[in-house]
């Protein structure tokens, strides 16, 4: 089956860049774009896609609040994360839905061309010795966590979290309180310092 392949990404210039090269440079052809998790959704029930290459922010949320959800109604489809965003930190979290393709935005030109090729042609991803990143306190939490992690960091509130993802508020106050107690920083100033430390954009 010819790749049928769906980009992701809230940056156009990011979107138009992927699109432009996998069509010119690899001869793919049949390529979409959304910018926003309910695109993402809208998009996926349209045809059947072969291969998805997704940002973890996206414009209206985090993708790890889809991606389960796209694991369970979409099995057999190929997922690549293309982001900002560690990998030390992410890429463990999405290992957890089977998702092995992991490559950052900031990688050389090379690197991007390799990986790109090898996941659109389903080849298994070329394993990396990652070095342990043990001060890292952002590493010790759960795709959940991460995933309340993005509301946090920008101001919103418990209440507007639980309604967002349709969570009760004690759920959404433990999983704030396990942040705070993993990463242990003790206010949001502080876990806002730490974020920027170790380059966790939301």
């Known amino acids: ?11 156009s210039m990011i979107r138009k860049g992927l699109k432009l090269y996998l069509q010119l440079n690899l ?11 309910g695109g993402l959704m809208k998009e996926l029930v349209k045809k059947r896609y072969t291969h998805l290459i997704l940002d ?13 959800n796209i694991r369970r109604v979409y099995p057999d489809l190929h997922i690549m994360i293309f982001s900002m965003q560690p990998a030390e930190i992410y890429g463990e979290a999405v290992k957890q839905f089977g998702i092995n393709y992991y490559l950052s935005k900031s990688a050389g030109e ?7 090729k090898k996941f659109i042609q389903n080849e298994a991803p070329a394993r990396k010795i990652v070095l ?22 920008k101001g919103i509130g418990t209440k507007e979290i639980s309604e967002t993802l ?21 206010n949001i100033k502080e876990l806002l310092e730490l974020a920027t430390l170790y380059n966790v954009n939301y």
């Open 56 to 68: 973890i922010i996206l414009s209206d949320g985090s993708t790890l609040e889809v991606i389960p």
């Open 27 to 37: 001869g793919y052809t049949d390529i979409q774009e959304v910018d926003s998790c």
């Open 166 to 186: 349709n969570l009760k508020m004690n759920t959404v106050s433990t999983l704030k309180s396990r942040i705070y107690e993993k990463t242990n920083a003790g």
């Open 110 to 116: 090379e690197e991007i061309i390799q990986v790109l």
């Open 132 to 153: 342990p990143h043990h001060d890292n306190p952002f590493k010790a939490l759960a795709p959940r966590e991460l995933e309340i992690l993005h509301y946090v960091l």
């Open 1 to 11: 089956m010819h790749p049928q392949i769906l980009l992701a990404d809230d940056h």
